[in-house]
């Protein structure tokens, strides 16, 4: 059973290689040992939690974009706030003084 595992485990994880310099290298060990992980270990949850946020901030753009023309539109117009919005205001002005 644990040879069966253990080939499911390799065939699941891919090697990554990267040049670095080696002040390069310095700079992530410390980091690392700072941490209290290895190496690799540091430099692939850092990488990951980067790749995340790229995702991220690549998705709000895109929504953006997508909804820019009607959030255009709001801005310019000329109508005065609903009630809804008043409401919001006021609700947020309480807040803010608590």
């Not at 949850?45 to 929504?63: G, I, M, N």
């Not at 801005?75 to 205001?89: I, S, W």
Request: avoid cysteine.
């Amino acid at each position: 059973m644990s040879e069966t595992l253990n080939s499911v485990n390799q065939h699941q994880v891919k090697r990554l290689e990267a040049r670095i310099t080696t002040e390069q290298k310095q700079l992530l060990s410390r980091a690392a040992a700072l941490e209290g992980q290895s190496l690799a270990d540091f430099v692939v949850s850092r990488a990951q939690k980067a790749a995340k946020e790229t995702l991220l901030e690549h998705e709000r753009l895109r929504l953006s974009r997508r909804d820019q023309e009607a959030f255009v539109e709001a801005l310019l117009d000329d109508e005065p706030p609903g009630e809804r919005l008043h409401a919001a205001a006021q609700r947020y002005l309480q807040r803010r003084q608590s």
